[in-house]
């Protein structure tokens, strides 16, 4: 899929839609200096060595055990998010 595709299925969510797919460890953290749909992309192309600069660079991380507890927190806080299956790829927006 192209990123102009996956830009298109850039979505907003709230955290209580997403917290399920905490359980099975399918959410992705996207640094905000990132583009969404690219890193959907990199992921989609398995691009192994893009993708695993950016974990590296901790620019793609699991969810910390404070953030979790943040969002759970907080019910107004809102992402963007992008399914690149079996991911969710989310970004906390600005309020």
């Given at each position: ?48 060595a ?34 690149v ?11």
């Amino acid at each position: 899929m192209s990123k102009e595709e996956l830009a298109l299925q850039v979505d907003e969510a709230r955290w209580e839609w997403m917290r399920a797919h905490l359980e099975r460890g399918g959410i992705i953290v996207v640094a905000r200096e990132l583009d969404l749909a690219s890193v959907g992309e990199r992921i989609a192309a398995d691009d192994t060595a893009t993708v695993g600069g950016w974990i590296e660079e901790k620019r793609l991380t699991r969810p910390s055990a404070e953030q979790i507890a943040t969002w759970d927190e907080n019910r107004d806080i809102r992402f963007a998010m992008l399914v690149v299956s079996p991911y969710i790829l989310v970004q906390e927006k600005l309020l």
